[in-house]
T-cell receptor, first 110, second 112 residues
Framework: GENVEQHPSTLSVQEGDSAVIKCTYS??????FPWYKQELGKRPQLIID?????GEKKDQRIAVTLNKTAKHFSLHITETQPEDSAVYFC?????????FGSGTKLNVKP | NAGVTQTPKFQVLKTGQSMTLQCAQD?????MYWYRQDPGMGLRLIYY???????DKGEVPNGYNVSRLNKREFSLRLESAAPSQTSVYFC???????????FGPGTRLTVT
């Protein structure tokens, strides 16, 4: 089955700095790559996603890049704010089963 | 429009007890999923149902059974609970043809 690895496990940045989280996947059949934000005690919330026919997608301060050849994708958050502090998960799917990374705890220091 | 709902919110079981976690969605979605989330880990797929009447195993199905009761409801049963099943369980649903999943609020289960 698919194997999704996510790095780093924790990330601490100063408010206003950028944050980058990276994921790799193993199954070339995977064709959709969502990113979720999860606050403590809450459900995961989709923040951005990308399909395999697209290399980059941006939504305000958040962007995702995908390199299909290398099988890796990354989340970029610019101008970080304290409310960005949470756990972020990447995932990969071939449309049926979703496989998640182990998460990155982002701490944005004011 | 409640989205995806789960009951109960919290549950404590003794080893060997059984219970059923309930999930319902009011978005007329075809696909439904059950995940578990252990501390410091991502979500792992237990079972999923691509459509009413079908169910398939995910990554970690051992110790669980599921029932897709109708299009709205997808239940997860633990026949004989074990401490290793202590986790937070999330249900999710997805519209056919679309990728985005919608998650329920979760059930926090502790097995002692």
């Amino acid at each position: 089955g698919e194997n999704v690895e996510q790095h780093p496990s924790t990330l601490s940045v100063q408010e206003g700095d950028s944050a980058v989280i990276k994921c790799t996947y193993s199954d070339s059949a995977s064709n959709y790559f969502p990113w979720y934000k999860q606050e403590l005690g809450k459900r995961p919330q989709l923040i951005i996603d990308i399909r395999s026919n697209v290399g980059e997608k941006k939504d305000q301060r958040i962007a995702v890049t995908l390199n299909k050849t290398a099988k890796h994708f990354s989340l970029h958050i610019t101008e970080t704010q304290p409310e960005d502090s949470a756990v972020y998960f990447c995932a990969a799917t071939d449309f049926n089963k979703f496989y998640f990374g182990s998460g990155t705890k982002l701490n944005v220091k004011p | 429009n409640a989205g995806v709902t789960q009951t109960p919110k919290f549950q404590v079981l003794k080893t060997g007890q059984s219970m059923t976690l309930q999930c319902a969605q009011d978005m007329n979605h075809n696909s439904m999923y059950w995940y578990r989330q252990d501390p410091g880990m991502g979500l792992r797929l237990i079972y999923y149902s691509a459509s009413e009447g079908t169910t398939d195993k995910g990554e970690v199905p051992n110790g669980y059974n599921v029932s897709r009761l109708n299009k709205r409801e997808f239940s997860l049963r633990l026949e004989s609970a074990a401490p290793s099943q202590t986790s937070v369980y999330f249900c999710a649903s997805r519209e056919q043809g679309l990728y985005e999943q919608y998650f329920g609020p979760g059930t926090r289960l502790t097995v002692t």
